[in-house]
């Protein structure tokens, strides 16, 4: 799991990002786009157009950290892109990475009774 200091919060970048970007375009993504500061010591989250993978950025007292995970199976829930940028809680970070969908928790389900 991810290592980040205790008072830190997570930025989730709605529209999809070219992947081949590395820590510079990243930052610079950050810090243009989103409108935050790189060096917070904040998550700020990426995902490619195909949603199978996923780059966290981090910056941790000394450089950048850079966090990959490509999904071989599946893809990334993600939201649409109403706005730059989302926020989330630690717990909606940990359900992304597992691959929950919470985006659509709060819709009524469909369920099919099996006989």
């Known amino acids: 799991m991810l290592f980040a200091p205790k008072n830190y919060r997570i930025f989730l ?5 070219d992947m081949r970007k590395q820590i510079n375009g990243l930052s610079m993504i950050t810090q243009e786009l989103m409108e935050e500061d790189p060096f917070s010591g904040n998550l700020f989250m990426f995902c490619n157009k195909s949603r199978n993978l996923l780059k966290v950025l981090m910056w941790d007292r000394n450089g950048f950290c850079v966090y990959l995970k490509r999904l071989e199976k599946g893809k990334y829930p993600w939201p649409k892109a109403k706005q730059k940028m ?4 630690q717990a909606q970070l940990k ?12 819709e009524p389900l469909n369920y099919k009774k099996v006989i």
Do not use: K, V
């Open 86 to 89: 989302h926020e989330l809680t």
């Open 13 to 17: 970048r709605t529209e999809f990002t």
């Open 95 to 106: 359900m992304l990475l597992d691959g929950i969908d919470f985006w659509n928790a709060y």
